[in-house]
């Protein structure tokens, strides 16, 4: 968990030097709906790296593989969600919209794995 810990831990800094990117380098170069998903991208990134930071907490607790598995399914969903949307706004090429949903699904197995977990007993 120590690399998964690592990794939320990278998302939370380079999502918080995204979003500044964002608001400052990219707000007049972007027009208003690329801005806006890219800034959804950096939404999702520092949510899901708490998220994942929390997961390794409780793993620490009382380790239990499904929360494990829902630390990898939330950073996959990062990448493919934060990550195409980051590419869309920056190239403009749409071919990477249609990823965004499979990172969205990813995210939400990753909390479906979570809520699993918490009805198998995980003490949160």
């Not at 800094?13 to 991208?41: N, Y």
């Not at 499904?66 to 590419?87: D, E, K, N, P």
Request: no cysteine; aromatic share 10%.
């Amino acid at each position: 968990m120590q690399v998964i810990l690592n990794i939320a831990a990278f998302l939370g800094l380079t999502g918080v030097m995204l979003g500044a990117f964002a608001a400052h380098g990219l707000k007049h170069k972007l027009d208003e709906s690329l801005l806006a998903a890219f800034q959804t991208g950096v939404q999702y990134q520092l949510w899901h790296s708490l998220a994942v930071i929390l997961l390794v907490v409780l793993y620490r607790q009382q380790p239990q593989p499904m929360l494990y598995w829902s630390a990898v399914a939330m950073l996959a969903g990062v990448g493919l969600f934060s990550g195409s949307l980051y590419l869309l706004a920056l190239t403009g090429i749409k071919w990477f919209g249609p990823v965004t949903p499979l990172g969205g699904l990813a995210m939400i197995l990753g909390w479906l794995l979570l809520l699993v977990a918490s009805i198998k007993g995980v003490r949160t």
